[in-house]
T-cell receptor, first 109, second 113 residues
Framework: QKEVEQNSGPLSVPEGAIASLNCTYS??????FFWYRQYSGKSPELIMSIYSNGDKEDGRFTAQLNKASQYVSLLIRDSQPSDSATYLC?????????FGAGTRLTVKP | DADVTQTPRNRITKTGKRIMLECSQTKGHDRMYWYRQDPGLGLRLIYY???????NKGEISDGYSVSRQAQAKFSLSLESAIPNQTALYFC????????????FGEGSRLTVL
């Protein structure tokens, strides 16, 4: 089992819809969780971080964490074509960050 | 200018050649990392360093070595490149005491023929 798993997609949603991205992790000692966005040919950039169970909202983005289920998700409300990118889930395990393979999201106008 | 700079940005080389990828940062961070990215596999950690005298192996360190020449500089070497080291390589930094947010360089695309 991979340490961090994501559906590879592609996930396609119409403009204005909610995009839901999911991630599971295997190491119960993980304490910090991140979502990075990566446009094609570019480097990853942090869009959300979450450390405790529950929801964290930042603009159109909501991160959700459930440590008991070892599950973290990202919701993008009112999706825009500019949100089309690969979204990487990352989990901080002791001294290093482990990444999922990423979910490619396409938002169609 | 980018806070985390990688050179070269693109490199094509032949099997058996020695290659060095360099990373420098102006963010003042102590921690530096080298990742490699392959399609369908995400980012995998090669080596990381928490200060100038600290070097640690990541999950895929075989075939690679690193040098932390200064707080701001962290280089990755492939002593004898092989085709399956063809990948996109990212350098990243983070701040000691932070919750782990990584700041990435623009990437170095390496092709080994």
């Amino acid at each position: 089992q991979k340490e961090v798993e994501q559906n590879s997609g592609p996930l396609s949603v119409p403009e204005g819809a909610i995009a839901s991205l999911n991630c599971t992790y295997s190491d119960r000692v993980s304490q910090s969780f991140f979502w990075y966005r990566q446009y094609s040919g570019k480097s990853p950039e942090l869009i959300m971080s979450i450390y405790s169970n529950g929801d964290k909202e930042d603009g159109r983005f909501t991160a959700q964490l459930n440590k008991a289920s070892q599950y973290v998700s990202l919701l993008i409300r009112d999706s825009q074509p500019s949100d089309s990118a690969t979204y990487l889930c990352a989990v901080n395990i002791i001294n290093d960050m482990r990444f999922g393979a990423g979910t490619r999201l396409t938002v169609k106008p | 200018d980018a806070d985390v700079t990688q050179t070269p940005r693109n490199r094509i080389t032949k099997t058996g050649k020695r290659i060095m990828l360099e990373c420098s940062q102006t963010k003042g961070h102590d921690r530096m990392y080298w990742y490699r990215q392959d399609p369908g596999l995400g980012l995998r950690l090669i080596y990381y360093s928490f200060d100038v005298k600290d070097i640690n192996k990541g999950e895929i360190s075989d075939g690679y070595s690193v040098s932390r020449q200064a707080q701001a500089k962290f280089s990755l070497s492939l002593e004898s490149a092989i085709p399956n080291q063809t990948a996109l390589y990212f350098c990243a930094t983070s701040d000691t005491g932070s919750t782990g947010e990584l700041f990435f360089g623009e990437g170095s695309r390496l092709t080994v023929l």
